[in-house]
């Protein structure tokens, strides 16, 4: 059956419609799930993720350098996708339903889209990145990550669930390589203040410099491209940012 007969797809667009995999807004990131997990980045088939980019030997040309945390329903990664065509990308996603779209969707605008070899840098995977990110990745391999409108888990005894932590961040300092970049953005103030005093306090990091931000095109999408973002717009409401860049370790 294909996407125009599809009552899960638009007609008009090829896209999948958004209301047959709708979700819980967050996850517990510490329960147990059940789905396959690589024991190493070497265990990962990456070029079943990105079939464009897989050369005579069956091996991927390329890795991937960016990883959205918590991707929700992909909009991040469709609007990087064309700003960074050569960059391999992957949303990693905990919620099964929600994974599922962003993988049709990306397929559907594989599919639908114009220009030839567009959307085939980027796919998506249902993990706990919380866990796992070290079976997914290299040391030194990431060049941008992002963490947009995570969970806030208010409750002082849940902040240990919250994606952006002392020692998380030893795991991402780990896979992004120096000069890396961690983006972060949230419409709640506190949690904005808890994930700027984290990079601020870890020896691996430092802050952009404003002209820095100012020049990066990455930093307007982090509001405008997801869904999350598009929504605090409409409201009026306040965002609160803080990104960093990974840096050279010194012994």
């Known amino acids: ?98 994974t599922e779209y962003v993988k049709e969707r990306i397929l559907a605008l594989r599919r639908t889209s114009s220009e030839e070899g567009q959307y085939e840098n980027i796919s998506v995977v249902r993990t706990n990145s919380m866990k796992y990110i070290p079976n997914y990745f290299e040391k030194g391999q990431l060049s941008k990550m992002f963490f947009l409108f995570p969970d806030p888990h208010f409750k002082e005894k849940n902040h240990r669930r919250r994606v952006i932590s002392t020692h ?9 390589r120096a000069g890396g970049i961690i983006y972060t953005i949230t419409d709640v103030e506190e949690l904005g203040e808890w994930m700027k005093a984290c990079l601020e306090k870890h020896p691996m990091f430092e802050s952009l410099t404003q002209e820095e931000l100012d020049s ?7 509001c405008s491209a997801t869904e999350e973002g598009q929504k605090v717009a409409r409201n009026g409401g306040q965002t609160f940012r803080a990104i960093f860049r990974r840096i050279a370790y010194v012994s």
Not at 216 to 222: A, H, K, R
């Open 1 to 98: 059956m294909d996407s125009e007969t599809k009552p899960t797809f638009s007609k008009s667009t090829g896209l999948p419609r958004k209301r047959f995999y709708r979700a819980r807004a967050h996850s517990n990131p510490l329960s147990d799930s059940h789905f396959p997990i690589p024991v190493s980045p070497a265990h990962e088939d990456f070029s079943l993720h990105f079939p464009k980019f897989v050369e005579a030997d069956n091996k991927i040309s390329k890795k991937v350098e960016f990883a959205d945390i918590g991707c929700g329903f992909g909009g991040l990664l469709i609007s990087l996708a064309t700003l960074f065509p050569d960059t391999l990308m992957i949303g990693m996603e905990l919620r099964d339903k929600v």
């Open 216 to 222: 990066d095109p990455v930093v307007e999408l982090l």
């Open 168 to 176: 998380l961040l030893d795991e991402y300092a780990y896979v992004l």
